[in-house]
Structures are given as C-alpha cells and as structure tokens.
C-alpha cells in the first residue's frame, strides 16, 4: 500500500541493477551575481562505483552536487535521476530515488538521534519497504558508530558525532543513489576512513554514490572515478591512477604536488611538495 500525497499516488522506484545508469547530467551551467559557478558540467553515475568530485575551493563542488540532487535550479542543461527528469518527480519521489548528506547540517528542534535517524524512512512510510525500516536503521547505526548516541539530543552533540548521525540518517534512506557534500570534513582520521568504507560497502551492494571531497588521498584511496573541477568546469574524469597526476593537480590546485605508489600496497599516495617549510617561515 501506499499513500496519497495531494490525490496522486508517488511512483515507488523500480529495483536498479549493477551498472544501470542512475544520475545523468548535462551541460549545467550556474551564474550567480554575474560570476560563473558552472560551465557546461556534465556527469554520469552508474549504479556500484563511487564518484568522487574534487577540486580547490571555489571551484563549483558543492553546486554541481546540490545541482544534480534537483535541489538548485541551473541557468541550462539537464538532470536525470531514474531515468526521468529531476524536475518530473515530486520531492517525494525524489526522496525515495536518491539521498543527500549536506555539507551544513542545521536542526531547529532538539530531536534525539533515534529520531533523526528514522526521518531517513519516512519517504518509505505505508508502502511495502517500511517493513524494512528497523534493519535499516539498525545497519546505519551500526556503520556510523552512533549507538551510544540514540538517546542525546542531537543539538547537544559535537560537530563530528552531528556529521555522523546525519550520515546515519542518509544511510537508513536506502536509495540506489547516495550523495554526500565532504562527509569527512568534521571528523577524525578514525572515522573518515569509517566513512568511505561505508561508501565503498553502499557502493558493493549496488548503490551509486556521489562524494565531494577535499581530501585527495581519500579520493584516491576510496573512489572508482575522479571528477576534477577547475573554475566551474570538468577538468578531468577518470580513474584515480588516470587523472591524478602530478602535473594536472599541482596545476589546478596551484601548489606543487606529488604522486606515488605506496611501497607495500601500491596504493596511489598524494601530498604536497614541502621543501621550502623551513625557508618560507624565516621570510
């Protein structure tokens, strides 16, 4: 069964199999006040990978995500989710198409982190699925290490465990595609890595998920593609080994940068080159 929302019944997602295409943007352009935020972005996720989106500050990040979520309207260009235009869904629809962690978390009201995390289910409420929404909470609680939490009120936690019971709230959402605005940004080196294993597992059972990162080890270490934003446009697009190269991030991030194979697992390393610490600090 499932409710009515103003004399229309909301269209429940069908299941997505492995490599479907569930985000597809094109041509996104963004002008505020004049400046260009957005140049013709376009971008495709499918269903089982990780895309990281990376790029200095300023670069367009988190308005190409809040783009593709169909929560910013853009000037031109398109996004599909599901395989129908953002704009085509109710906000009903879309929340049971695709989940979004923001980079600000704000909540008015004093609600205890149970109750924060089972708004996540509430897009599932009175329809076949809200039979799962005990396991789900309980898996996003578990994954987000937020158990001796469930009683606290959530406006009285720090900034790292709000991060996390708000990434616990995204995860018991259980949609094909998962967006997240720097996950990472409030936490300890303990918990990001917590985090992007989460991503990776999502990603494992045939979740797409969509990563803004500053982090480029991380992204490096945890994403199937990068996607390098420069001044509002896609710069690179590929995997990790592809497109993180010494030459084309030292060039977008304007500092020079280093890559290399970690010498036990191989792993793709990054860091800046810091030769000159002790001269820069003498003047």
């Not at 290399?260 to 990054?270: E, K, N, Q």
Request: hydrophobic residues 45%; contains cysteine; charged residues 25%.
């Amino acid at each position: 069964m499932t409710r009515m929302i103003f004399g229309a019944t909301p269209r429940v997602p069908s299941p997505v199999e492995l490599g479907d295409v569930v985000l597809s943007a094109k041509d996104l352009s963004v002008t505020i006040a004049g400046n260009t935020i957005l140049d013709k972005v376009s971008l495709e996720v499918r269903s089982g990978e990780i895309v990281a989106l990376v790029g200095p500050n300023g670069a367009g990040k988190s308005t190409l995500l809040a783009a593709i979520t169909g929560d910013r309207d853009c000037d031109s260009g398109t996004v599909e989710i599901g395989n129908a235009p953002a704009s085509e869904w109710t906000q009903l629809e879309l929340a049971m198409r695709r989940s979004v962690l923001l980079q600000r978390i704000e909540m008015s009201f004093p609600f205890a982190v149970a109750e924060v995390i089972r708004m996540g289910r509430e897009p599932w409420r009175n329809t076949d699925l809200e039979d799962e929404d005990d396991e789900a909470m309980a898996w996003a609680v578990e994954a987000t290490d937020v158990g001796h939490l469930l009683d606290r009120s959530f406006t009285t936690l720090s900034g790292g465990e709000q991060a996390r019971a708000a990434l616990a709230r995204t995860l018991s959402q259980r949609t094909a595609l998962l967006m997240l605005d720097e996950p990472t940004a409030a936490l300890d080196i303990a918990h990001q890595e917590q985090v992007l294993r989460v991503a990776r597992e999502r990603a494992r059972l045939g979740d797409a998920v969509v990563v803004v990162l500053h982090d480029l080890a991380l992204a490096a270490s945890y994403s199937d593609r990068v996607v390098i934003l420069s001044e509002g446009r896609v710069v690179a697009s590929g995997s990790p080994i592809d497109v993180m190269t010494d030459e084309l991030l030292s060039s977008v991030y304007g500092c020079r940068i280093e890559t290399m194979a970690h010498p036990r697992t191989g792993a793709l390393l990054i860091f800046p080159v810091r030769d000159d610490v002790d001269s820069f600090a003498q003047g």
